[in-house]
Protein backbone atom coordinates (compact mmCIF):
# COMPACT_ATOMS: atom_id res chain seq x y z
CA UNK A 1 0.00 0.00 0.00
CA UNK A 2 0.97 3.68 -1.21
CA UNK A 3 1.03 5.82 1.04
CA UNK A 4 1.45 9.82 0.50
CA UNK A 5 2.39 11.80 2.95
CA UNK A 6 1.76 15.67 3.19
CA UNK A 7 1.90 18.50 6.16
CA UNK A 8 1.93 22.03 7.07
CA UNK A 9 0.49 22.93 3.32
CA UNK A 10 -0.17 26.61 4.48
CA UNK A 11 -2.01 27.31 1.22
CA UNK A 12 -2.03 31.10 0.73
CA UNK A 13 -4.91 32.77 0.73
CA UNK A 14 -5.42 36.79 0.85
CA UNK A 15 -7.83 38.02 3.72
CA UNK A 16 -9.17 41.12 4.55
CA UNK A 17 -7.11 42.52 6.76
CA UNK A 18 -10.26 44.35 8.64
CA UNK A 19 -11.39 41.08 10.05
CA UNK A 20 -8.47 40.52 11.35
CA UNK A 21 -7.84 40.77 15.20
CA UNK A 22 -4.65 40.45 17.76
CA UNK A 23 -2.92 37.44 16.98
CA UNK A 24 -4.55 36.73 13.44
CA UNK A 25 -3.56 40.32 12.15
CA UNK A 26 -0.04 39.41 13.82
CA UNK A 27 0.02 36.37 12.30
CA UNK A 28 -1.27 37.06 8.57
CA UNK A 29 1.44 40.14 8.92
CA UNK A 30 3.90 37.90 9.77
CA UNK A 31 3.32 35.28 6.96
CA UNK A 32 2.82 38.19 4.06
CA UNK A 33 6.19 39.74 5.02
CA UNK A 34 8.24 36.72 6.42
CA UNK A 35 7.52 33.25 4.25
CA UNK A 36 4.89 34.21 1.73
CA UNK A 37 7.74 34.04 -0.96
CA UNK A 38 8.72 30.47 0.34
CA UNK A 39 5.22 29.37 -0.65
CA UNK A 40 5.21 29.90 -4.44
CA UNK A 41 1.76 28.39 -5.56
CA UNK A 42 2.79 26.01 -8.73
CA UNK A 43 4.35 23.92 -5.86
CA UNK A 44 1.11 22.84 -4.89
CA UNK A 45 0.04 22.41 -8.66
CA UNK A 46 3.16 19.95 -8.91
CA UNK A 47 2.40 17.99 -5.67
CA UNK A 48 -1.25 17.61 -8.26
CA UNK A 49 1.00 16.14 -10.56
CA UNK A 50 2.62 13.83 -8.72
CA UNK A 51 -0.40 11.81 -7.35
CA UNK A 52 -1.56 11.70 -10.57
CA UNK A 53 1.57 9.75 -11.88
CA UNK A 54 2.26 7.52 -8.56
CA UNK A 55 -1.52 7.20 -7.70
CA UNK A 56 -0.88 6.62 -4.12
CA UNK A 57 -3.27 4.73 -1.99
CA UNK A 58 -3.99 6.76 0.76
CA UNK A 59 -2.75 10.44 1.11
CA UNK A 60 -2.76 11.86 4.72
CA UNK A 61 -2.26 15.64 5.70
CA UNK A 62 -0.90 16.20 9.02
CA UNK A 63 -2.47 19.53 9.70
CA UNK A 64 -1.73 23.01 8.94
CA UNK A 65 -3.67 23.72 6.00
CA UNK A 66 -4.37 27.23 6.59
CA UNK A 67 -2.29 29.92 8.57
CA UNK A 68 -4.34 31.87 10.69
CA UNK A 69 -7.91 29.80 10.70
CA UNK A 70 -9.95 32.55 8.90
CA UNK A 71 -12.95 30.73 7.51
CA UNK A 72 -12.13 32.14 4.00
CA UNK A 73 -8.61 29.88 4.41
CA UNK A 74 -10.42 27.20 5.20
CA UNK A 75 -13.08 27.41 1.85
CA UNK A 76 -9.68 28.12 -0.38
CA UNK A 77 -8.17 24.76 1.13
CA UNK A 78 -11.35 22.80 0.69
CA UNK A 79 -11.27 23.66 -2.98
CA UNK A 80 -7.70 22.85 -3.44
CA UNK A 81 -7.70 20.19 -1.76
CA UNK A 82 -11.14 18.91 -3.58
CA UNK A 83 -8.89 17.78 -6.39
CA UNK A 84 -7.76 14.66 -4.54
CA UNK A 85 -9.75 11.66 -4.41
CA UNK A 86 -12.08 11.85 -0.76
CA UNK A 87 -12.06 7.90 -0.47
CA UNK A 88 -8.19 8.27 -0.33
CA UNK A 89 -7.76 11.32 2.09
CA UNK A 90 -7.07 11.50 5.68
CA UNK A 91 -6.43 15.05 8.07
CA UNK A 92 -5.93 16.09 11.13
CA UNK A 93 -5.88 19.91 11.91
CA UNK A 94 -2.24 21.69 13.20
CA UNK A 95 -1.97 24.19 15.98
CA UNK A 96 -2.38 26.90 12.59
CA UNK A 97 -5.89 25.52 12.16
CA UNK A 98 -6.58 26.17 16.07
CA UNK A 99 -5.20 29.46 15.82
CA UNK A 100 -7.66 31.22 18.21
CA UNK A 101 -10.15 30.28 20.50
CA UNK A 102 -12.79 30.44 18.37
CA UNK A 103 -11.04 27.48 16.42
CA UNK A 104 -12.35 25.01 18.80
CA UNK A 105 -15.17 23.48 19.89
CA UNK A 106 -18.56 22.86 17.74
CA UNK A 107 -18.73 25.91 15.57
CA UNK A 108 -15.18 25.32 14.76
CA UNK A 109 -14.24 26.32 10.68
CA UNK A 110 -11.95 23.30 10.35
CA UNK A 111 -15.04 20.83 11.74
CA UNK A 112 -17.22 22.59 9.38
CA UNK A 113 -15.27 22.18 5.94
CA UNK A 114 -12.73 18.89 6.80
CA UNK A 115 -15.09 16.48 9.32
CA UNK A 116 -16.33 14.53 6.90
CA UNK A 117 -12.55 14.11 5.24
CA UNK A 118 -11.41 13.27 8.97
CA UNK A 119 -12.26 9.54 9.32
CA UNK A 120 -15.05 8.25 12.11
CA UNK A 121 -15.16 10.05 15.67
CA UNK A 122 -14.41 7.45 18.54
CA UNK A 123 -14.61 9.77 20.92
CA UNK A 124 -16.96 9.99 23.33
CA UNK A 125 -15.91 12.81 24.91
CA UNK A 126 -14.87 16.37 24.23
CA UNK A 127 -11.17 14.73 22.98
CA UNK A 128 -10.63 14.28 19.22
CA UNK A 129 -9.98 11.09 18.35
CA UNK A 130 -10.10 9.99 14.71
CA UNK A 131 -10.11 6.63 12.27
CA UNK A 132 -10.19 5.91 8.99
CA UNK A 133 -9.60 2.23 7.26
CA UNK A 134 -8.51 3.23 3.70
CA UNK A 135 -7.95 -0.57 1.91
CA UNK A 136 -6.41 -2.94 4.57
CA UNK A 137 -4.62 -0.14 7.09
CA UNK A 138 -6.86 2.19 10.12
CA UNK A 139 -5.05 5.62 10.26
CA UNK A 140 -6.01 7.03 13.49
CA UNK A 141 -5.42 10.94 14.36
CA UNK A 142 -4.83 12.81 16.88
CA UNK A 143 -5.79 16.52 17.79
CA UNK A 144 -2.99 18.10 19.79
CA UNK A 145 -3.34 21.51 19.23
CA UNK A 146 -4.48 24.36 21.82
CA UNK A 147 -5.09 28.27 21.17
CA UNK A 148 -2.41 30.02 22.36
CA UNK A 149 -0.48 33.56 22.56
CA UNK A 150 1.09 34.65 19.75
CA UNK A 151 4.59 33.48 21.15
CA UNK A 152 3.63 29.87 21.54
CA UNK A 153 2.75 27.30 19.25
CA UNK A 154 2.99 24.06 21.94
CA UNK A 155 0.65 20.78 22.14
CA UNK A 156 -0.93 18.18 24.38
CA UNK A 157 -2.48 14.88 24.27
CA UNK A 158 -4.40 13.83 27.26
CA UNK A 159 -3.38 10.36 28.07
CA UNK A 160 -7.30 8.95 27.57
CA UNK A 161 -6.90 10.09 24.14
CA UNK A 162 -4.21 7.19 24.11
CA UNK A 163 -6.38 4.88 26.62
CA UNK A 164 -9.46 5.30 24.26
CA UNK A 165 -7.55 4.72 21.65
CA UNK A 166 -6.14 1.32 22.44
CA UNK A 167 -9.58 0.82 23.88
CA UNK A 168 -11.31 0.91 20.22
CA UNK A 169 -7.95 -0.65 18.46
CA UNK A 170 -8.39 -3.89 20.69
CA UNK A 171 -12.25 -3.78 20.49
CA UNK A 172 -11.99 -3.39 16.91
CA UNK A 173 -9.20 -6.11 16.71
CA UNK A 174 -6.76 -3.81 14.70
CA UNK A 175 -3.36 -4.69 15.17
CA UNK A 176 -1.66 -2.42 12.24
CA UNK A 177 -2.40 1.55 12.17
CA UNK A 178 -1.05 4.68 11.38
CA UNK A 179 -0.81 7.12 13.98
CA UNK A 180 -1.28 10.79 12.23
CA UNK A 181 -0.79 14.09 15.08
CA UNK A 182 0.58 17.30 14.13
CA UNK A 183 3.17 17.72 16.59
CA UNK A 184 6.61 15.89 16.87
CA UNK A 185 6.67 12.83 19.10
CA UNK A 186 10.27 13.19 18.79
CA UNK A 187 12.86 15.13 17.68
CA UNK A 188 16.80 15.07 16.08
CA UNK A 189 19.24 15.98 19.00
CA UNK A 190 19.95 18.79 16.19
CA UNK A 191 16.48 19.83 16.26
CA UNK A 192 15.18 19.97 19.11
CA UNK A 193 11.79 22.36 20.00
CA UNK A 194 11.48 24.83 22.93
CA UNK A 195 8.64 24.20 26.13
CA UNK A 196 7.02 26.74 24.02
CA UNK A 197 6.72 24.67 20.36
CA UNK A 198 7.15 21.10 21.62
CA UNK A 199 4.38 18.18 22.61
CA UNK A 200 4.82 18.96 26.39
CA UNK A 201 3.66 15.47 27.98
CA UNK A 202 5.61 13.69 24.59
CA UNK A 203 7.29 11.11 27.05
CA UNK A 204 4.20 10.07 29.12
CA UNK A 205 2.22 9.76 25.19
CA UNK A 206 5.14 7.78 24.20
CA UNK A 207 5.26 5.28 27.00
CA UNK A 208 1.62 4.50 27.23
CA UNK A 209 1.41 3.81 23.17
CA UNK A 210 4.31 1.26 23.87
CA UNK A 211 1.87 -1.49 24.69
CA UNK A 212 -0.14 -1.08 21.30
CA UNK A 213 2.16 0.84 19.10
CA UNK A 214 1.49 2.31 15.30
CA UNK A 215 3.83 1.05 12.48
CA UNK A 216 4.43 4.95 11.71
CA UNK A 217 3.90 7.87 13.88
CA UNK A 218 3.41 10.21 10.92
CA UNK A 219 3.50 14.62 12.07
CA UNK A 220 4.22 17.85 11.04
CA UNK A 221 4.81 21.22 12.78
CA UNK A 222 8.72 21.31 12.35
CA UNK A 223 9.88 22.48 8.71
CA UNK A 224 12.24 20.71 8.23
CA UNK A 225 11.99 16.96 7.09
CA UNK A 226 12.96 13.74 8.84
CA UNK A 227 12.47 10.07 9.71
CA UNK A 228 13.48 8.23 12.84
CA UNK A 229 13.42 4.09 12.68
CA UNK A 230 12.27 2.18 14.93
CA UNK A 231 13.69 2.03 18.83
CA UNK A 232 13.62 0.98 21.82
CA UNK A 233 11.68 3.61 23.33
CA UNK A 234 10.03 4.00 20.28
CA UNK A 235 9.35 1.43 17.85
CA UNK A 236 7.75 2.82 14.97
CA UNK A 237 8.80 5.24 12.34
CA UNK A 238 8.27 8.60 13.18
CA UNK A 239 7.93 10.50 9.72
CA UNK A 240 8.31 14.53 9.65
CA UNK A 241 6.81 15.66 6.22
CA UNK A 242 7.02 19.62 6.83
CA UNK A 243 6.56 21.65 4.87
CA UNK A 244 5.48 19.83 1.82
CA UNK A 245 5.13 23.02 -0.40
CA UNK A 246 8.07 25.27 1.17
CA UNK A 247 10.69 25.80 -0.97
CA UNK A 248 13.82 24.36 0.91
CA UNK A 249 16.97 26.22 2.31
CA UNK A 250 19.55 26.32 4.13
CA UNK A 251 17.63 25.70 7.51
CA UNK A 252 14.46 23.80 5.64
CA UNK A 253 14.76 20.20 3.96
CA UNK A 254 11.54 20.69 3.05
CA UNK A 255 9.27 18.19 0.98
CA UNK A 256 7.24 15.19 1.47
CA UNK A 257 7.69 11.00 1.80
CA UNK A 258 6.16 8.12 -0.12
CA UNK A 259 5.95 5.32 2.26
CA UNK A 260 5.01 1.47 1.02
CA UNK A 261 3.60 -0.62 3.72
CA UNK A 262 2.86 -4.05 3.19
CA UNK A 263 1.92 -5.78 6.63
CA UNK A 264 4.61 -4.80 8.83
CA UNK A 265 7.12 -3.77 6.63
CA UNK A 266 7.71 -0.23 5.65
CA UNK A 267 9.66 1.51 2.98
CA UNK A 268 10.22 5.25 2.40
CA UNK A 269 11.05 7.68 -0.34
CA UNK A 270 11.61 11.28 0.21
CA UNK A 271 10.67 13.91 -2.52
CA UNK A 272 11.87 17.58 -2.89
CA UNK A 273 10.87 20.22 -4.84
CA UNK A 274 13.59 20.47 -7.74
CA UNK A 275 13.39 24.20 -8.91
CA UNK A 276 15.70 23.22 -12.12
CA UNK A 277 12.76 20.54 -13.42
CA UNK A 278 10.47 22.55 -11.97
CA UNK A 279 8.72 19.24 -10.41
CA UNK A 280 9.31 16.85 -7.29
CA UNK A 281 12.07 14.48 -7.58
CA UNK A 282 13.48 11.68 -5.11
CA UNK A 283 15.75 12.76 -2.19
CA UNK A 284 18.08 11.37 0.06
CA UNK A 285 16.20 10.47 3.26
CA UNK A 286 17.45 12.49 6.31
CA UNK A 287 17.06 9.58 8.76
CA UNK A 288 17.72 9.05 12.21
CA UNK A 289 18.37 6.19 14.76
CA UNK A 290 16.10 6.79 17.78
CA UNK A 291 19.40 7.82 19.86
CA UNK A 292 20.68 10.54 17.37
Known sequence: MKILHLSDLHFPTSVPFFQLKGKMFVGYLNYNLRRRKKYPKNIWNSILNFIRETNPDAIVVS???TNVSHEEEFKAALKMLSELPQEKVFYIPGNHDRYVKQSVGENAFYEKYFSKLSGESISHNAHYIRI???QDLHFVGWDSNIPLSILNAY????????????????????????????????????????IHHKLLNREEIASLLKEQPPLVYLHGHVHTNWVKFPGDELPYYVVNSASSTRLSDTTHESGFHLLEIQKQNVEIQRYTYNLEKSKFTEAPLVSYSEKE
Not at 166 to 194: D, F, G, M
Request: some cysteine; charged content about 30%.
Open 132 to 134: KKI
Open 63 to 65: GDI
Open 155 to 194: GRIRPEVVIQTKKTLSERKIRNYVLVCHHPIWNPTNKQET
